[in-house]
Structures are given as C-alpha cells and as structure tokens.
C-alpha cells in the first residue's frame, strides 16, 4: 500500500529524523561549485520549518518538501525488502549502501533536474535518467562508505583495533578522514573523489548497475510523489490528488528502419507550469567564475578550482581521450595558452540592457524574439460525430501541445539565463573557463549565459574592463551596429554602413533613451537586444562633449565571410574561390549567396530556352526563374562546406519555396526542387571547383582509412591529436523493475560512411579553430581583450584594427605550413601498406592578398 499522499499546502509541518534534504536547488556561489544535497546544510530546511516558511516557497519547491517523506520511507521500505533472505532483484546488492534519505534526495533532484533542461514537453527518456540517478548514488556510496569506514569507535572499541592494528595505520585513517571532511566542509568535491577513489578498492559499478539502481529509484518516486492542483476559488470542492510523474512507452518512426519503442518519464502538466516558474532556483554547474580560471597544464588539469575540468569534451570517445592525453605537454603548450588566454578576458553584466530584458519578461515576453510566457490555449473537442471535423480537431490538439512544449522548453532556456545573469549582476567582473571540442574548436564551460549563445546572451554581457573609442573605435562602433541591424545593411561598405547608422541617429537616441515607450526602432534589428546596447554606448558618446574619450565597453565583432570555403580557398590556392569570400580586396564585401544565385539564374535562362516538351527541366526553369535569391540558395550554400548531398540541399530549397506557395501541387514542387537543387549544385561545382576537389580527396583518403576498419586520424597545426569518434553501436539489454532497457555501445567497428562524410568538415573545423587559437595568442601578447566563436573575433572598438590586422596575419601564416601535404605524409606513416590518392591540383593565389583584404573578416 503506497504512503499516503502530501498535498503541498500542508508541507509546512516540520518533518521527523531523520533530517530530510535541502530545500530545492538554489544558485551555488561560484567559490563552492558542488553537488547540492551534499552541499546545502539540511538546517536550513529546519529553520523554514520552525518559522513556517515553507508554504512561501514557489510552487515546486513546496512539493519537493512534501514528495521527500514519502519517497524516503518507500525506500527504506525496499531496503529492507532486499534484506531478506532470497531476494533476487537485480538492484539488490546495490540498495543498501547508502541511507534511504540520501537515495531520496539524489532521486528527486536528479530527475528534476533532467526534466528542466529536456527535450521541453516535460519528459526524459527512462535510460538517460536512470544511468545517472544510479552514478550519482555510487558516487555518493563511495564517500559514504569511506567516511563510514574511518569514523571514531567507542573508546573501548578503539583500544581493540589499536591492539590489533599498528597505531600509525589508525592515525593515518584518522588523519585521510579529517582531511575529507574539511575538503567537504571547502565544497572541495573533485579532490574528495580522488583521495576516495585511491582508498577505495572496489570495483566500479557499471552501467548496468547505474540502469538497475537507477530505474527502482524512479518507480518509487512515481508510486510515492503526488500533485494537488490550488484549491478552486469557491472552496466547495476538495481538487484531486493525482500521480506528478508518469510512466509511458513511446514508438519513434525511422524511414526505412523499423519502428522503435523507447520509454519516458513524463511530469504532471502543473509540475511542468511549476519548472518555468522555478527554473531560476535549479543549480547550474560551472557557473561563470569570480576569479580567473586555473591555467591548463594537462588533460584534467587547469580551469575550474574544484569542479571536474577536461581540456577536451571526449563524450567518452576514448580512443580520443587518451590521445589527448598521452601527447607531450610541449605539443600541446599553444592549445593551453591560447584556451587560458580566452578564460581570463574578464565579463560582466549589462545592467541596462538586463532591466530592459527583465521588464519585457515579467510582461509576458513576445518582443525581441523572446518567448511567449503564455501558452496557446487547447482547442475544444467539437460536439459532433463527424470525423473529418474530428480529425481537424485532433490535427489543432497536437498542433497546441506541439507549440507549447516548444514555449516551455525556451521559457526554462530564459529562465536559466537570467538566473545567472541576475546572479553575476552585481560583481565586478567574471570569467569563463574554456575547453574544446574533439576538433579542436574552443568553448566556455558554462553553459548557459555566455557569448557563444543567443542574442539575448550577447546583449546582456560586455567587457569587464572598458576603454576609451578614440576615433578609430567610434567608426567601428557605428559600423558594429549597422552589421547588427542587419536586413542587408551588413553588406554594405563601411563607408555605407557608417551612412546608415548615421542617417538613424534620432531612432538610435530613441531607442536608448525610451527602449520601451519609444518608437522601439532596435527592436526592428536582426540582433535587437545587441543592437539596445550599442545604442545605449553610441548615445552616451555621441551627447558626449568628448566622444573619442567615452569608455565603451561593447565587444565589436569582426565575422568571417562563409568561413569554411575561405579556408577551402586557401588549401586550394583558389583565385576564384578566393575573391568570392573576400580573401582578395573589393569596393564592397562580396556576397556569396548572391553570387551563387546569380549563376543559379543564368544557368536556368539558358534551360528555359529549351523545348519543354523534350526536355522537362525547360518548363521548371521557366516556373522558377523568378523565383531564385540568394535567401533560396543561402542553406545549401553554408552547408555545402559540411558535404551536403543532393538530397539534402533538395530538402532545404523545397522548404523555401513551400513557404512562398508559389507551387501548390506537392508532385509538381518536389520537381521544381530536384531541379533546383540540381542547378546550385552545379554552380557550386563551377564557383567552387578548387574546394570540391578537396573535399573529395579527403573523402577518399577517410575512405581507404576506415575501409581498413580504422578511424580517420591528423594532428592540427597547432599539435593539438584528433580522431574522429564514429564506431558502430552495439544494443545490450537490460531488464529492469521499471521496464527492459537498452543500453548502446561502442563496438571495435567504425562507421565507414561516417568516418568519410564527417572528415573533410571535421577537418576544416580543425583549421579555423587553429586560426582561432592562433589569433588569441598573439592578441594577448598585444594587451587586447580578446573572446572569439569560432570565425567571428571579437574586442573593444578602439582595438579592432589592430585585431584586423593579426587575424589576417595568423590566417597567412597558418597557410605558410603545407598542410595538405602533412596530412598525406602523416596519413603514409600511419599506413605505410595502404595506397592513398594523389592531391588535387592547386591553382596560384597569392595568399599576401589577405593581408590587403578590407572585407576577409568585416
């Protein structure tokens, strides 16, 4: 029989020992990042109660108190269950290692926590939630136990273990267990673990365990935690008590592959309302730090004070990982110092930008690309028996709750952004420590309010540190906000940019001094809440007697033109290529999406000439000759670096034209796509043929690797050991209390198609991550701030020239290196029996244009 229920109004009575856990996840201060129900003191949650608080707290932090009691007793119930002689459960041997009100908290917090930060329909898949609920439990069972193990006896029971044991071993114990304690007492988790884990002999448990453990910990919280909706207004009826959390199966559609089931964990609707309220008091990991990150010196050894840091997310790829870190500290020296040199550019929130956002908020969202607050309201089913009116009905049902699992997921997303950023407001300056991916792209730890993520991020952080604009940052400042505004203004000159910023100077005044009861101009811009803030610096300094003397402290952005074909350009030594991406000098910053497009049309006016009737593409290129901008080709354009099939780029342009409606009948457009997809396609070929030929070089070279059933392999330019993860998935099943689970695994077969699709991307994602680094380093050592996403490089105003120049200098020297050569030569020495295809031609581009190149990065 299940406990009875907690309704959430009654949760305020002051529960019995043993003491239940904290109150809900809160902030943790920056200094003490650490698992929160070891790190909270439970006396806090006493206090609530014995002032009766606990009614105050926001809705779910009121139902954390009340699903506690419940789910602890229900596991101590099962502990003793699995006490008995007999007992067969698979998570038997595990259960009883750690006291129930520990298991209970570790549950809660963990699945709530997976719920918040999900796929935003309220619901996490069973396995993904039961492997960590059940790691977490070991890594709590092996402190427990360790503590457990070194604790004082009695005085009588001491002078039996001193007879039998040599004194120093107890002294030594005493000593380990003191040691711990005052690391817990500093929040010093990561080192509690390590000196844990040298005591501790025992074996892991296995994702096995962590699956079994995992899921029996689940099915007791879904027996024992219930949800009472408020009371109704007249009183006269008492709500029901319902389920919080349910279990259900669902069945995912593969094209070409059977169906597969899988199962979720999904919240009561009023759980979910209660996540978007309460997503500000969830504890975020690796929070922004208040001091400046450790220097990397090895593998997992620099960043965060306390906090587990890896120089790379490996996503337990280990044949990676241990590449990583078995090369020399030397090869790796430029990596350490150019991800330290991006962890110590110092932020801090802007104020003035985060009270704007903050009102917009509390209003109910729904400007500058914030989410409503509101959801969609659920149509009411039709009274009829008419199918085809019920089918429309179901049709809008889904529809609905489509659309408000979308506003959920991106109302927690906000939430949890301001929550840091209202956090972080009031210190003086923060820093973000940074890793990379596996190859070799850089990016802050954190991951919520940082510069990598949305407009919003970017509108409400800035440099720490501020400096005067002098003449040269003004300009910059102006030209910063036309690339904002967007809408075509970014392709302008400078000179044009500059015109425009100034033709809008009473709109820009406007727009900083009365953001929301003004004409709100800046929310006409493609980045508004970025555009606010340069707004906001270009009115102090333009009301300024003194405008070249206003410390500004915007971060302007200099963006790579189409990046990935710029580098294709290089390897190629690519004249064509080269002046369509901006590595040689023009008027105006070549487009070129419309530049593609332009071929698009010409290569269509020449099949629409022809006769439709013997040939069917005359009368498509007739029907879309109109049709064709560079936001039609713009897609496939961007991903044609990432090896875009012809499939793919079909999708993307019938997506376009389905949102014109130009073409009604679904048989005539998936036509007009094939065809159109065909013809950009072509253009490419034919704008981009040095690139092409790359690309499939290193395609087949992939290709006669993994052939041998070995992974693709290379070594930056910056030193930095790269293997490409793709390995085939094994199923292993597991029957669990809760459902048959299945787990997936890497096998010793890598994925030949995979390891050839992902190389030629994943390795020009290799060089402009070098290029990154490389222009870090230097930039440092010039005394700029520096921060940079990927191929846009960002520093204050009145630095961006000199940025420029270095940027197009280390762009020039990365391409100094014969790099397509080192490749094959390394390639040839890893494999020596093999037969490599020869290196495509090059053509005669004089890399030095770079250097004079206004727009390469504008």
């Known amino acids: 029989m299940l406990p009875a229920p907690t309704p959430a109004a009654e949760t305020a009575i002051c529960p019995p020992s043993p003491p239940p856990p904290p109150p809900p996840p809160v902030l943790l201060p920056t200094k003490a990042p650490a698992l929160m129900w070891r790190r909270l003191p439970s006396r806090r949650l006493a206090d609530m109660c014995e002032h009766k608080l606990a009614p105050n707290l926001p809705y779910v932090k009121s139902l954390f108190l009340g699903w506690f009691e419940p789910l602890r007793d229900q596991i101590i119930a099962e502990q003793e269950l699995v006490s008995e002689r007999g007992t067969r459960a698979s998570h038997a041997p595990y259960f009883n290692m750690l006291p129930a009100d520990m298991m209970a908290v570790i549950t809660m917090h963990k699945l709530m926590g997976l719920l918040m930060t999900g796929s935003g329909d309220g619901s996490v898949r069973v396995i993904q939630a039961a492997c960590q609920i059940g790691e977490a439990v070991e890594h709590e069972v092996r402190i427990h136990k360790f503590l457990e193990k070194t604790k004082k006896k009695n005085t009588k029971e001491v002078d039996k273990v001193v007879e039998a044991v040599d004194a120093d071993i107890a002294k030594e114990q005493e000593r380990l267990r003191k040691k711990v304690t005052d690391l817990m007492k500093k929040q010093k988790i990561r080192q509690v673990r390590h000196l844990v884990k040298k005591q501790d002999s025992t074996r892991p448990w ?53 169906s597969r089931r899988y199962g979720v964990i999904k919240c009561d609707p009023l759980v979910r309302q209660g996540l978007d309220r309460t997503a500000k008091h969830m504890v975020i990991p690796y929070m922004p730090m208040l001091i400046p990150p450790i220097n990397w010196t090895g593998y997992d050894k620099g960043a965060h004070l306390f906090l587990p840091s890896y120089v790379m997310r490996t996503h337990g790829a280990r044949q990676q990982r241990e590449a990583v870190k078995k090369a020399p500290k030397e090869q790796m020296q430029t990596i350490f110092e150019a991800l330290d040199n991006l962890g110590s550019t110092k932020w801090r929130v802007n104020k003035k930008v985060l009270s704007i956002v903050d009102r917009i908020w509390s209003s109910g969202g729904r400007l500058a690309d ?96 501020g400096r005067p604009l002098g003449e040269s940052g003004l300009r910059w400042l102006k ?63 333009l009301r300024s007697p003194s405008p070249e003397t206003v410390i500004s402290h915007i971060p302007v952005h200099q963006d790579g033109s189409c990046n990935g074909l710029q580098h294709y350009a ?36 020449r099949d629409a000439q022809k006769d439709p009737a013997k040939d069917a593409d005359a009368a498509r290129a007739r029907l879309l000759v109109d049709q064709v901008d560079r936001k039609l080709v713009k897609q496939t354009v961007m ?49 981009f043929e040095a690139a092409r030929s ?15 059933n070995e992974p693709v392999r290379w070594t930056t330019p910056l030193g930095l050991p790269v293997v490409q993860p793709y390995r085939k998935l094994g199923r292993h099943l597991i029957k669990t209390s809760l459902q048959v689970l299945t787990l997936q695994r890497e096998t010793d077969k890598v994925m030949v198609k995979r390891q ?13 991550g ?16 520096f921060a940079g996403v990927h191929d846009s490089y960002w520093t204050h105003a009145c630095d961006v020239d000199t940025m420029n120049k270095i940027l197009r200098e280390k762009f020039v020297e990365l391409y100094d290196a014969p790099i397509l050569e080192n490749l094959l030569e390394s390639f040839e020495t890893s494999f020596p029996k093999l037969k490599f295809p020869p290196l495509p031609e090059r053509g005669n581009f004089d890399m030095k244009d770079v250097l004079r190149s206004t727009y390469f990065f504008n």
Not at 510 to 527: F, V
């Open 206 to 258: 296995g994702q096995d365990a962590h699956a079994k453990v995992g899921s029996r910990l689940i099915e007791l919280f879904i027996e024992t935690a219930h949800i009472q909706p408020p009371a109704s207004q007249s009183g006269d009826s008492t709500p029901e008590i319902r389920p919080a959390f349910t279990h259900e199966m669902r069945t995912v559609a593969r094209e070409q592959q059977k």
């Open 756 to 768: 050839r699709t992902a190389f030629p991307p994943n390795f020009v994602h290799s060089l402009d």
């Open 479 to 541: 030209i910063h906000l036309a690339n904002l505004y967007g809408g075509g203004v970014d392709k302008l000159s400078y000179d044009g940019r500059i015109a425009f910023t100034e033709n809008h100077l009473d709109d820009i005044f406007d727009s900083a001094n009365r953001p929301l009861e003004g004409k709100r101009w800046w929310l006409e811009a493609e980045d508004p809440f970025q555009c606010l803030a340069v707004c906001m610096d270009l009115n102090e300094a």
């Open 570 to 605: 290089a390897l190629g030594r690519d004249k064509l290529g080269a002046v369509a991406v901006n590595l040689v000098s023009g008027e105006k910053p070549a487009d070129v999406y419309s530049g593609i497009a332009a071929r698009v049309v010409e290569i269509m006016k």
């Open 694 to 708: 790359i690309m499939t070089w290193l395609g087949d070279c992939a290709k006669v690797i993994a052939c041998e």
């Open 770 to 785: 070098s290029h990154m680094m490389m222009t870090a380093v230097a930039c440092k050592k010039q005394g700029l701030y």
């Open 370 to 465: 914030l989410v409503d607050r509101a959801d969609v309201s659920l149509p009411e089913k039709p009274d009829t028996e008419d199918e085809a009116e019920l089918k429309k009905w179901r049709w809008s049902m889904r529809s609905a709750k489509k659309e408000n699992s979308e506003r959920h997921s991106q109302r927690c997303d906000v939430e949890l952004k301001l929550a840091v950023a209202r956090k972080m407001k009031e210190e003086a300056g923060f820093y973000y420590p940074h890793n990379l991916d596996f190859r070799g792209r850089a990016y802050p730890m954190h991951p919520y309010l940082n510069h990598l993520g949305s407009d919003l991020c970017r509108g409400v952080l800035e440099f720490s540190e």
């Open 639 to 687: 991903t044609s670096v990432y090896g875009v099939t012809y499939v793919g780029a079909r999708e993307q342009i019938k997506r376009r034209l389905k949102e014109r409606g130009v073409i009604a009948d679904d048989s005539e457009l998936f036509g007009a796509s094939c065809y159109a997809a065909k013809v950009t396609l072509t253009a490419l070929g034919e704008m």
